[in-house]
T-cell receptor, first 113, second 119 residues
């Protein structure tokens, strides 16, 4: 069965620190990969996605993620976080010719001003 | 509407009661998905529709859970004889594409969710 694992459950950073959130998935075939973000009191929003092509994808608000097929990973990065990045971050994968998403358990990011 | 709309935003119900959660997708979106999210966990797939047809209900936990989308637009997720373990955030999402590679390559837009508490 497909699964997604996020290694960090709760991350606390100071403003301007660099961020990397780990995500690994298990599935042997073609996958699409996503990072969603949920800001406090808001709905899930797409941060970035990988379908094909350049494995380094850039999203909104300065976020990027790198797909490494050999490691089944899709880690999220940001060089310098801001207080407004405080949110919950979810990695997700879909496969099997449907739009059904399998989510990781999420990482809560707290950025201290 | 501009986005996916879910109602109610919050629902408190007594154990044993039935509840109906509503999702109004983005106009014209073919696919509609229901997810459930327990506290501290990621969303977990329940079921999805293409137009009015329920394509996959493998994530529904038991036969107390059902969903419908009779006219291919608004969907209702119904939980009968609610139990405390049903307490969770229920999320709905919609996307443009229906099947095949197109379904995979399409962004899903989420609603605000319905927070269900069974007491």
């Amino acid at each position: 069965a497909q699964s997604v694992s996020q290694h960090n459950h709760h991350v606390i950073l100071s403003e301007a620190a660099s961020l990397e959130l780990g995500c690994n998935y298990s599935y042997g075939g073609t996958v699409n990969l996503f990072w969603y973000v949920q800001y406090p009191g808001q709905h899930l929003q797409l941060l970035l996605k990988y379908f094909s092509g350049d494995p380094l994808v850039k999203g909104i608000k300065g976020f990027e993620a790198e797909f490494i097929k050999s490691k089944f990973s899709f880690n999220l990065r940001k060089p310098s976080v801001q207080w407004s990045d405080t949110a919950e971050y979810f990695c997700a994968v879909n496969a099997g010719n449907t739009g059904k998403l399998i989510f990781g358990q999420g990482t809560t990011l707290q950025v201290k001003p | 509407g501009a986005g996916v709309s879910q109602s109610p935003r919050y629902k408190v119900t007594k154990r044993g009661q039935d509840v109906a959660l509503r999702c109004d997708p983005i106009s014209g979106h073919v696919s509609l998905y229901w997810y459930r999210q327990a506290l501290g966990q990621g969303p977990e797939f329940l079921t999805y529709f293409n137009y009015e047809a329920q394509q996959d209900k493998s994530g529904l936990p038991n036969d107390r859970f059902s969903a419908e989308r009779p006219e291919g637009s608004i969907s209702t997720l119904t939980i009968q004889r609610t139990e405390q373990r049903d307490s969770a955030m229920y999320r709905c999402a919609s996307s443009r594409s229906g099947r095949g590679r197109g379904a995979m390559n399409t962004e899903a837009f989420f609603g605000q969710g319905t927070r269900l508490t069974v007491v």
